[in-house]
């Protein structure tokens, strides 16, 4: 073997790249998110009016500003000249000014503005890419993929957080160091009941329904949902908990119990090792603790911050911590054989792997392929 082929080898010690992948298992541990759909980047909250906002997905950066008009902007994180994070420019109006030489970009990516002299020339067309963002249900979304295709995709409605009659909301927000194929496996797989055995979100789970309809993974559970510290906030003479439904519905998951608990997961994969996750939960009624009464719409909020700090935060800490070890764990034995017992995990994966796959197969037949295809590469080591 020569030298140049030694060199292409992947190194031993490291996972395949998708290209390289023969089992499921690495495949869909590599894969990527089709960037053809809106992903949320923020809360609205995190991002006042004149300020940036640097995030990330699947490893290409992205700044989003919002102009002192309240106006949003996503471009690339970027500048044209030298390179610089434009999230460390200045937001002037609605355009973005990076703080090395003073180069100014519209909402567009377009240089507007030149803070020096041109030495002559005619001021250069130059441009950064730019993408299509909004803001829905408190959170800021971008599309990264082209932006051609975001006004045929649409952001999950949830018409029950608005109206004249909301529904109590719970948020939640982590980062995980853990690849998005391997959250999305938990929030639907009840088999890691026992992991929760302090909480008991959920127990002694049955799969009774598993169906793969186009871009939609649909599963129910038999289940005893919310005891432990929850369960004094649920009025079970009103709500059947002991069954669930959920959904993977690329690139989104949701889930709900007796039509009066809900929830949805989105997931943004910041790279091949890293997502920021984002859950909201409502609930249609509450019941005081102690007492057959239900609460009082106007205390709802209260009470679910009460019951987030006793009984949500604590055990989506507990996922995180579980699937960051086997985000490490997989990098150190990711030739190791495993036994995969749920059914619905491996069509989860084999969803997430055609996917990819799609939006691959879109790239090549584009003139001008995305980087976002390109950086179809190698994990890198744990740090």
Not at 299 to 311: E, I, K, Q, S, Y
Request: proline residues 8%; charged residues 25%; hydrophobic residues 35%.
């Amino acid at each position: 073997m020569s030298p140049d082929a030694r060199r292409a080898r992947p190194a031993p010690d490291q996972p395949p790249a998708f290209a390289d992948a023969r089992s499921k298992r690495a495949k869909v541990r590599a894969a990527g998110m089709d960037p053809d759909y809106w992903y949320p980047v923020a809360y609205e909250s995190e991002l006042p009016r004149g300020k940036t906002l640097a995030t990330r997905f699947w490893g290409h950066p992205i700044v989003v500003y919002r102009g002192t008009d309240g106006s949003l902007h996503a471009l690339a994180d970027r500048c044209a000249h030298r390179q610089l994070k434009l999230s460390g420019g200045e937001v002037n109006g609605c355009h973005l000014t990076c703080t090395y030489h003073g180069w100014t970009y519209d909402g567009d990516g377009k240089v507007v503005h030149y803070a020096h002299d041109l030495f002559g020339r005619a001021q250069p067309e130059v441009k950064v890419p730019s993408y299509p963002v909004t803001s829905r249900h408190g959170l800021i979304w971008v599309f990264p993929g082209n932006p051609e295709q975001a006004g045929t995709r649409a952001i999950p409605g949830i018409p029950e957080l608005s109206g004249d009659r909301p529904w109590a909301r719970l948020d939640a927000s982590y980062t995980w160091r853990a690849h998005h194929s391997m959250i999305i496996d938990n929030v639907s797989d009840f088999t890691h009941a026992y992991l929760h055995r302090r909480f008991r979100p959920f127990w002694d789970a049955k799969l009774t329904r598993l169906e793969l309809i186009d871009d939609r993974v649909e599963l129910s559970y038999d289940t005893f949902i919310g005891a432990g510290r929850f369960n004094c906030f649920i009025d079970r003479r009103k709500v059947d908990t002991t069954s669930i439904e959920l959904a993977f519905d690329y690139p989104y998951q949701r889930s709900d119990t007796a039509g009066s608990i809900k929830s949805w997961c989105f997931v943004l994969p910041l790279d091949r090792r890293t997502t920021r996750t984002f859950f909201i939960f409502y609930f249609d009624m509450l019941k005081i603790p102690g007492t057959r009464r239900s609460l009082p719409r106007r205390l709802m909020p209260l009470f679910m911050r009460v019951a987030g700090a006793l009984a949500i935060w604590p055990l989506l800490r507990e996922d995180g911590a579980a699937v960051e070890s086997e985000q490490l764990g997989y990098e150190i034995h990711h030739t190791a054989p495993i036994v995969e017992l749920n059914p619905a995990v491996g069509l989860f994966q084999d969803l997430t792997i055609r996917k990819w796959e799609e939006f691959l197969d879109r790239d090549r037949a584009r003139t001008r392929p995305s980087s976002i295809a390109a950086a179809d590469g190698r994990i890198p080591p744990h740090r």
